[in-house]
């Protein structure tokens, strides 16, 4: 079993910059591929980032060259560096773990809003 809690989320301009962290429970964070997921309103939950066990990177294209992926296996925790932040960045993102067998864990997402 893994609990992933989010937390950074807030209330930005355009142009801004908010870093979020999912901080995991657990003795096996090593092992999890984990990911960072979003869903704006009346949106379908979009794949933002991924960091896989190994380290291999995936950012989607429309964020690219703005949000960076990390991760601190010694904290057990993943990072969503967000720069030049824009209204459309505006959703509620959730943090994802798999790897452990065939389970997916969730957080409980927090909220990001890019507005002046």
């Known amino acids: 079993q893994v609990h992933l809690v989010e937390s950074g989320g807030g209330l930005v301009q355009p142009g801004g910059s908010l870093r979020l962290s999912c901080a995991a429970s657990g003795s096996s964070f090593t092992m999890l591929n984990m990911g960072w997921y979003r869903q704006a309103p009346g949106k379908q939950r979009e794949l933002v980032a991924h960091i896989a066990s190994g380290g291999t990177i995936y950012i989607t294209s429309s964020v690219t060259g703005r949000f960076t992926i990390s991760r601190d296996n010694a904290k057990n925790t993943m990072y969503l560096q967000m720069n030049s932040l824009k209204p459309e960045d505006t959703a509620v993102y959730y943090c994802?773990?798999?790897?452990?067998?065939?389970?997916?864990?969730w957080g409980q997402g927090t909220q990001v809003t890019v507005s002046s």
């Open positions: 994802n773990a798999n790897g452990l067998g065939p389970d997916v864990y």
